[in-house]
């Protein structure tokens, strides 16, 4: 009770008393200040130490790109001379004009060398006093790792033997294409050009600041260092043993003692090229200055603030509070009188402002900091308005336009322009402008490394820039007429903090001269603040977006890519779906086949079939039975029987209950032509095998018989039948051989200069040719040498004559004719026989293929000839068919004059192939 009466009593003379209620509210001030001094200092001290730590890592980190540059440029070198024919042979002046071309253009190479696969020094540049030619390196830990691996890599710091500099190689080793080590090709890297790149990066440091910084390689030896006595020294002597884990691959920093008992700082990053790390360090002495500085002024201003406090409280006391309660005494004076009017606070102050008193002075700066705060109030609730608008759509270029209308309605400027790096052009363009013409955005094209530009300024600086007036400001000469013709004469721009969105700012135009003001400025910072995370929203929706089109695209043009058929149903057998394929056989368009009943779909595809009735029911089968099951449908398309195979299947959900219906329909036309072929291959080789067996076998038990005896000529004869049976036996053995490789894509040739007359004379030595067949031989004059496989030439020259003089008959004329067009030759036979039918003459060209009528029925043959003209002349990179003509039949095809155009044939024909196939 007594505890609560005192507490009561506390209270009521505080409540009376402005003294009391001053020291209490001095007492509120100043223990929370002290506390929050305490942990401000706490927490900048902490800062300090986080900012010291990442200054050091930056620096490492630009230590250890250095030097990751030079050992990558290394070790691109070492790769790119591996690949040169005369290092790989060890030709050495081959390899002294290119090593001295490379030595020429980089300072940091110490020397060149090829080693052999044994470990000795093939060649090296330049040549030094002291010759290692011969050599042996086996030794080496370098020459060891090479054998064992295939791609470039870096030795450990060393001493080189010619200059006795310190060195690190890079190394790469040379295998040849059937996996043989041919040795090794290195270049040493000077450590003294390391040395002095950081003694570059210390010397930009304040000395005051003990920077030390050093490079170890994998086996922590010191490679870089200001002073070149440590170098290839171990690293503890220089520094303690922290550098374990950045051989390892960690980056990180951690405070240690050194040799001398000096605490310092040190901080290591990797480097990945050559397991190597960069390590930073200075005293903490000098690095946590500031965090000791800020303690101390901590403790000052606490102490400072102490004693204010108290001048302050005595100063308030006899300046303020005593008069203060002289003014209560007489306000209660007043008080006892009438009470006053209601009226308006400001009347009742207004006359008490014009006091020129303190009094007086203070109620003026109230009323003015009240007018003060409600401008500012009014500003953030018209930037709450703004940024509303503009976050309230995804649509990044609605978004764009709406934060040019909102700044236009908050700063009241009436041409403004949003620039951001078009990411195509790799130049910074306008995205969205207001109030400024078409021709000005469309010259704007600011290169990212403009210096002059406010835009990149900045950008670069990650603060506003203004330009007060266009007309004095000499960085902005160069853009002063495109001012004047777009009427401005000053410029703020206000770089917007994306992240994820392309680099982008907020660019304000005013037609007069105008120094913006740090409100200004600061409104439109927050202003532009809230436009970048709506720009940031807007850019990953659109991007999220089209990703996801992009994939429904990609998918879709699968679809409909397929050559297969595809129509996906519902559970009423509605269309949901169907692809390209589907509406060319059923010619509805895809608005049009949508919806549509299944059955009305295949019902279009059926009537194309030469038997509708029987597909019919085969087709209703397949749709009213349960699980997959599957039709054949042969359709007439274009006069040509194809067969399609329709197969049914079940669509459903991730419970796996059914949604919907699927069917594919399948060309086997394919497959029918296989079996086709598969049938004539055993007719057509057996047939063809029988023939000359059975001659063989014939002549063969005539010559054995005992019983009858046959003079020398007849012999002969029996003997020349067997001998040409056995090489028709061979030619037709090596054709299917040929086809096979053809077919299978691994045949290959053997290609060299030769010359046209001489392949035509060869292949004009046949057989077949009969007494009355007439050759006529028409070449180009001056035609260059022909760059082929002359037997593969030669033999689709032969199988073409062969053909003409089969066909053609005892009175064949055949007109061979060669001639140059653009970069490839054209062959020419033709005949006077009886020629192919225009629907014939792509198919002649398959394997097997042969023209069912009463001359080729009578003529031999496995329909192999054409079929492989065709893949010797496609091997060559060029083309074959047959030319209309009357009467007779004329085939041509085209040979390449070079290797390069021979080479980029076959590969389009490949294309077209796969294309094809797909």
């Known amino acids: 009770m007594r505890r609560n009466g005192f507490r009561q009593r506390l209270l009521t003379r505080i409540r009376g008393d402005l003294t009391m209620q001053l020291l209490s509210i001095y007492l509120l001030l100043i223990v929370p200040f002290i506390i929050g001094l305490y942990f401000i200092t706490k927490v900048t001290g902490e800062r300090v130490e986080q900012e010291v730590q990442a200054t050091d890592l930056s620096l490492a980190r630009a230590v250890a790109q250095g030097t990751n540059i030079t050992i990558r440029n290394a070790l691109g070198a070492v790769e790119i001379l591996a690949k040169y024919p005369a290092v790989v042979d060890a030709d050495p002046d081959g390899m002294e004009e290119i090593f001295s071309i490379i030595m020429s253009g980089r300072p940091d190479i110490e020397l060149i060398y090829r080693m052999d696969a044994d470990g000795n020094i093939l060649y090296y540049y330049p040549p030094g006093p002291k010759s290692t030619l011969g050599a042996e390196y086996t030794y080496r830990d370098y020459y060891k790792s090479a054998r064992n691996q295939k791609v470039a890599f870096i030795s450990e710091g060393r001493i080189s033997p010619i200059s006795g500099q310190p060195v690190a190689t890079a190394i790469m080793p040379i295998w040849s294409k059937n996996g043989t080590y041919l040795g090794q090709v290195g270049t040493n ?163 008490l402002a014009q006091r020129s008193d303190q009094i007086g002075h203070l109620i003026r700066s109230i009323l003015r900091m009240e007018q003060d705060i409600l401008a500012r109030m009014n500003e953030q609730a018209t930037l709450l308005e703004t940024s509303t608008a503009v976050v309230s759509s995804l649509n990044l270029q609605t978004v764009l336009d709406r934060i040019l209308e909102q700044v236009e309605l908050l700063l009241g400027v009436s041409k403004s322009a949003i620039v951001a790096l078009n990411e195509e052009r790799g130049v910074f363009r306008i995205r969205a402008g207001r109030g400024l013409s078409e021709s000005y955005i469309e010259q704007i094209a600011i290169q990212p490394n403009d210096p002059l530009s406010v835009t990149m300024r900045a950008l670069r600086n990650k603060q506003p820039v203004q330009i007060s007036d266009t007309e004095n400001d000499l960085a902005f000469l160069p853009q002063r007429l495109l001012s004047r013709e777009e009427g401005f004469r000053s410029i703020l721009a206000v770089p917007l903090n994306t992240q994820h969105s392309p680099p982008a700012a907020l660019i304000l135009y005013r037609p007069d001269p ?81 919806n549509t009943p299944v059955e009305q779909v295949l019902e279009r595809i059926i009537v194309q079939s030469n038997d509708p009735e029987n597909v019919r029911r085969s087709v209703n089968k397949t749709l009213t039975e349960a699980g997959k099951q599957a039709a054949e449908i042969p359709l007439v398309i274009q006069g040509m029987l194809k067969y399609y195979r329709l197969q049914s299947f079940e669509v459903t959900d991730a419970n796996n209950t059914s949604i919907g219906r699927g069917l594919i329909l399948q060309d086997i036309t394919a497959d029918r032509e296989l079996d086709r072929m598969r049938s004539s291959l055993v007719s057509t080789v057996s047939h063809e095998l029988r023939t000359p067996l059975a001659a063989i076998k014939g002549y063969a038990t005539t010559l054995l018989a005992e019983d009858v005896e046959w003079d020398s000529a007849s012999q002969h004869d029996f003997l020349k039948i067997i001998s040409d049976e056995a090489d028709h036996l061979s030619n037709l053995v090596n054709t299917l051989l040929d086809l096979s490789k053809i077919e299978a894509g691994s045949l290959r040739l053997s290609r060299v200069e030769c010359r046209v007359e001489d392949i035509i004379q060869r292949a004009i030595n046949s057989p077949l040719f009969k007494t009355g067949n007439k050759i006529d031989i028409q070449i180009e004059s001056n035609l260059p040498p022909l760059y082929a496989d002359p037997p593969r030439v030669e033999t689709v020259l032969r199988n073409l004559l062969e053909n003409a003089a089969k066909y053609a008959g005892d009175s064949a004329q055949i007109c061979v004719q060669v001639k140059r067009t653009d970069q490839v ?18 198919r002649v060209f398959e394997s097997f293929y042969r023209i069912e009528n009463g001359l080729t029925r009578t003529s031999s043959g496995a329909g192999l000839g054409l079929a492989i003209c065709q893949g010797l002349v496609r091997a060559h990179g060029g083309k074959i068919w047959i030319a209309p003509t009357t009467p007779g039949t004329r085939v041509i095809f085209t040979i390449p004059l070079s290797v390069e155009s021979s080479i980029k044939r076959e590969e389009e024909q490949d294309e077209q192939s796969q294309s094809s196939g797909r």
């Open 825 to 842: 030759l054209e062959f020419s036979v033709a005949d006077n026989g009886p020629g192919i039918p225009p629907e014939e003459r792509e």
């Open 189 to 351: 890297i000077k450590l003294r050009n390391l040395s002095e790149t950081l003694e570059r990066i210390i010397a930009s440091q304040s000395p005051a600041e003990g920077f030390q910084v050093v490079v170890l390689d994998s086996k922590a030896q010191i490679i870089a260092y200001p002073d070149e006595n440590l170098l290839l020294s171990h690293a503890t002597q220089l520094i303690p043993y922290i550098y374990g884990p950045a051989l390892s691959g960690d980056t990180g920093t951690v405070i240690a003692r050194n040799r001398k008992n000096e605490e310092r700082i040190y901080t290591y990053v990797t480097i990945p090229s050559g397991s190597w790390a960069a390590i930073v360090s200075r005293p903490t002495q000098v690095a946590y200055a500031s965090k000791r500085t800020i303690n101390y002024v901590a403790l000052g201003t606490t102490l400072s603030f102490l004693l204010i406090g108290l001048y302050f409280w005595l100063t308030l006391t006899r300046n303020v509070i005593q008069p203060i309660e002289e003014l209560s005494r007489i306000s209660r004076s007043i008080g006892q009188g009438p009470p006053l009017p209601r009226a308006p606070r400001r009347p009742q102050l207004d006359p």
């Open 514 to 594: 105008h120094l913006w003001t740090e409100s200004e400025i600061g409104l439109v910072v927050n202003f532009a603040n809230h436009a970048a995370m709506a720009i940031e929203n807007a850019f990953l929706y659109e991007r999220s977006d089209k990703r996801l089109q992009e994939e429904t695209h990609r998918l879709e043009a699968l679809v409909q890519s397929l050559q297969d058929g595809l129509i996906l149903s519902d559970l009423q057998g509605k269309v949901l779906y169907a692809n390209r394929r589907i509406c060319t056989l059923s010619g509805l368009q895809p608005e049009e086949i949508r």
